[in-house]
C-alpha cells in the first residue's frame, strides 16, 4: 500500500497569504495525484487531478505540482472559505490512499 | 446537476449487518466507475471500495474484504454496499462518490455521506 504523507499538520496564516501544502508518497505515483478540500460537515471537494489538473468550477488560486513521489498544492491568496482540510489521494495503485490532512487555520 | 444521495445509515450492533444506498441522478450512470469512502469521527478518509461501470469489477480494502460488497443496478441508478459482520471500528460517514471519465481513481462529485454507527 502506498503511503502518502502530508506537511504540514496544521498550517496557520492569514487571508491574503500564500499557502503550499505538501504531499509525499512513498513511491513513485506517476502524476496520479488529487488534492480535495473538505470544511467542516462537508463531504470532500476535487481540487486538482492528475497533479495539476483543476477540477471544473475550481479558482484559479488554486494550482498543483510535483511528479513521481512530491507533491504540492499552493493557494496563491487566501480567501476566507479557503480554511479547511486539504488532503492529498493517489490513484496510482489499488487499495487508493489519501494522506492523513492538512489543516489549514486562520491565524 | 449530478446528484449523489446515500441513505440506510444508523445504529446497528456490532456482528450486524447494513445496507447503504446511494441514489445517482444528473449524469449517464452506466458510464461510471463508482467508489465508497469512509470517515471515522474526527479522523482522515479511507478508500472502502470501487466497482466498474459494468458492476463485473469490484476491490476493496483489506480492512472490509470478505465483510462488505459493493454493487449497482445501472436500471435504478443506485449504488449499493452491503456490510455484515460490522465492528465498532466500522463506525464511520460513508460516501459515495463518482469517477470523472478522466480516470477511475478521481471521485469527482460526493453524496452528502451517510453515518452508520456500530456499538452495543
Known amino acids: 500500500e502506498i503511503v502518502l504523507t502530508q506537511s504540514p499538520a496544521t498550517l496557520s496564516l492569514s487571508p491574503g497569504e500564500r499557502a503550499t501544502l505538501s504531499c509525499r508518497a512513498s513511491?513513485?505515483?506517476?502524476?496520479?495525484l488529487a488534492w480535495y478540500q473538505q470544511r467542516p460537515g462537508q463531504a470532500p471537494r476535487l481540487l486538482i487531478y492528475?497533479?495539476?489538473n483543476r477540477a471544473t468550477g475550481i479558482p484559479a488560486r488554486f494550482s498543483g505540482s510535483g511528479s513521481g513521489t512530491d507533491f504540492t498544492l499552493t493557494i496563491s491568496s487566501l480567501e476566507p472559505e479557503d480554511f479547511a482540510v486539504y488532503y492529498c489521494?493517489?490513484?496510482?495503485?489499488?487499495?487508493?490512499?489519501f494522506g492523513q490532512g492538512t489543516k489549514l487555520e486562520i491565524k | 446537476e449530478v446528484q449523489l444521495v446515500e441513505s440506510g445509515g444508523g445504529l446497528v450492533q456490532p456482528g450486524g449487518s447494513l445496507r447503504l444506498s446511494c441514489a445517482a441522478s444528473g449524469f449517464t450512470f452506466s458510464s461510471n466507475w463508482m467508489h465508497w469512502v469512509r470517515q471515522a469521527p474526527g479522523k482522515g478518509l479511507v478508500w472502502v471500495s470501487r466497482i466498474n461501470s459494468d458492476g463485473r469489477s469490484t476491490n476493496y480494502a483489506d480492512s472490509v474484504k470478505g465483510r462488505f460488497t459493493i454493487s449497482r443496478d445501472n436500471a435504478e441508478n443506485t449504488l449499493f454496499l452491503q456490510m455484515n459482520s460490522l465492528r465498532a471500528e466500522d463506525t464511520a460517514v460513508y460516501y459515495c462518490a463518482r469517477a470523472l471519465a478522466a480516470g477511475a481513481g478521481i471521485a469527482g462529485d460526493w453524496g452528502q455521506g451517510t453515518l452508520v454507527t456500530v456499538s452495543s
Open positions: 513511491q513513485s505515483v506517476s502524476s496520479y
Open positions: 489521494q493517489q490513484r496510482s495503485n489499488w487499495p487508493y490512499t
Open positions: 492528475d497533479a495539476s
